[in-house]
C-alpha cells in the first residue's frame, strides 16, 4: 500500500488529537515486525492476572510468544480447545499500551478478540460482579484519535454484541448493555465529570475501551468485551466494594469471553 503521501497534506489543527492522518502506512508498522502465528486465529486478553495464572497452574497454557515493553513481558498463551487454538494474554492497563498490544496480536494474523476485565460504575443500583456489555465509548483518552476521526464516541461491532449477548443468554446470566466512558486519568475522575458523563448515558467508567474498538474498526478485525462491576465511584467518596476479590466472577468472565471469541 503506497498512501505515504497523505501524511505530507495534514493540516496544522488547534488541537493535535484532531490531526488525524488516514495512512495505513506508519513508520513502524507491526505487520513488518512480528512474525504470524497462523495456528491462532482468536484470542481472548484478559485483564485477571490472577486467572491467568491459576490456568498455568493446571497445565491449560502453553507459552507460543512473547510481547511487552520497558516494564516486563507479557507472554502470548495457547488454550487448547477441541481442536481449535485459542491465544490468551494478560490485557495491559490504558489505552496506549492496550492499543499497541492489541495491534501486535492482529499482526500475527489474529482477526477475533474479545476483552474481559472489569470496571467502575457510575450508578450505585449495579451491583458487584454484574455482566456489562459496551456498546460504545466515550473517547475521553488520547489513543483512539490516531486510529479513527475524530468524534465524541465510537461504537462496537452490532454482530459481535448480538454473538456476546447470545452467549450470555444461552448460559442464563444477567446482562446489561451499556455506554461506557473511556478515559485516561483515573485520578481526574471528578463528581463534575462523572455527572456530565452520566448525563451522555455512561453507565461505566474504564481506561482501554475506546481505543480497542478504534483499532478493531481500523484494522478490520472483530472485537467485543465482557466487563463486570468493580468499584463505585457515583458518589462524593470512592467505594472500592473489594470488588478485585471475586474470583468465581472473574473465572467465569474468562470463560464466557473465550466461548463468544470462538463464536465471532
Known amino acids: 500500500m503506497t498512501d505515504a503521501p497523505n501524511s505530507a497534506q495534514l493540516e496544522r489543527r488547534e488541537l493535535p488529537l484532531l490531526e488525524y492522518d488516514p495512512s495505513h502506512s506508519a513508520i513502524i508498522e507491526p ?10 486465529q482468536y484470542c481472548v486478553l484478559c ?16 507459552e507460543v510468544a512473547k510481547h511487552g515493553s520497558e516494564m516486563g513481558e507479557l507472554p502470548l498463551y495457547a488454550i487448547q480447545n477441541g481442536r481449535c487454538q485459542v491465544g490468551l494474554i494478560q490485557a495491559p492497563v490504558g489505552a496506549p499500551f492496550a492499543a499497541a498490544i492489541l495491534d501486535e496480536l492482529i499482526a500475527r494474523g489474529i482477526g477475533k478478540f474479545m476483552v474481559c476485565g472489569g470496571c467502575g460504575v457510575l450508578d450505585r443500583q449495579i ?8 456498546y460504545g465509548a466515550v473517547r475521553d483518552e488520547g489513543t483512539s484519535y490516531h486510529y479513527l476521526p475524530s468524534s465524541r464516541e465510537v ?14 443468554e444461552a448460559h442464563g446470566y444477567p446482562y446489561q448493555l451499556i455506554k461506557t466512558w473511556t478515559t485516561d486519568a483515573f485520578y481526574r475522575e471528578t463528581p463534575a465529570k462523572v455527572a456530565l458523563r452520566r448525563s451522555e448515558g455512561c453507565l461505566t467508567v474504564e481506561m482501554e475501551a475506546a481505543a480497542y474498538l478504534a483499532v478493531a474498526s481500523f484494522r478490520a478485525v472483530q472485537l467485543g468485551m465482557i466487563l463486570y462491576a468493580g468499584d463505585d465511584v457515583s458518589g462524593e467518596q470512592w467505594d472500592h466494594r473489594t470488588w478485585q476479590n471475586r474470583s468465581s466472577v472473574r473465572e467465569r468472565v474468562f470463560w464466557l469471553a473465550l466461548e463468544t471469541c470462538l463464536k465471532l
Do not use: C, M, S
Open 47 to 62: 485483564y485477571f492476572r490472577d486467572v491467568i495464572a491459576q490456568l498455568k497452574e493446571r497445565g491449560l497454557l502453553t
Open 31 to 40: 505487520a513488518n515486525l512480528i512474525e504470524p502465528l497462523p495456528e491462532i
Open 127 to 134: 451491583t458487584v460482579g454484574h455482566l456489562l456489555v459496551p
Open 155 to 168: 461504537g462496537a461491532d452490532p454482530a459481535v454484541i448480538r454473538t456476546t449477548a447470545d452467549v450470555l
